[in-house]
């Protein structure tokens, strides 16, 4: 077997796949870095849905939709702090619907997503 050289166009090793990203909200479906996952979107979610979730059903994966990102998953040991952090001051409410109504200027809309493996996942949509 000959030698050949990393980066030529005949290496067996291939450039770093460019990561899917978020082209629109609302989101139609999940991935991660293996591909696109069976999942379906379900119903919209509240402050109050959420912390039920993770009180109840903990753990709960969050994952982040912003345009022109790829999806930002939240890994298990971290979820309840990224809500107490950075979700529930930045929830959607309908009083208050303008996005200057939300400090640093976004606000996410949640939906639960329903996993083919029963796996219960939080997706978030950022809005700016």
Not at 110 to 122: M, P, S, T, V
């Amino acid at each position: 077997m000959r030698d050949m050289a990393i980066g030529s166009l005949e290496s067996p090793v291939s450039a770093p796949l460019v990561a899917q990203r978020v082209t629109r909200l609302p989101l139609q479906n999940l991935w991660d870095d293996n591909g696109s996952l069976e999942a379906r979107k379900g119903r919209a979610l509240s402050a109050s849905d959420i912390h039920s979730f993770l009180l109840r059903d903990r753990p709960v994966r969050f994952v982040v939709a912003n345009v022109d990102s790829p999806l930002l998953w939240v890994e298990l040991p971290d979820s309840f702090l990224f809500w107490n952090t950075q979700v529930r001051v930045h929830l959607y409410e309908p009083a208050k619907q303008n996005v200057s109504d939300y400090s640093n200027g976004y606000y996410y809309v949640a939906h639960e997503w329903h996993l083919a493996d029963g796996e219960r996942i939080i997706g978030l949509e950022r809005h700016q």
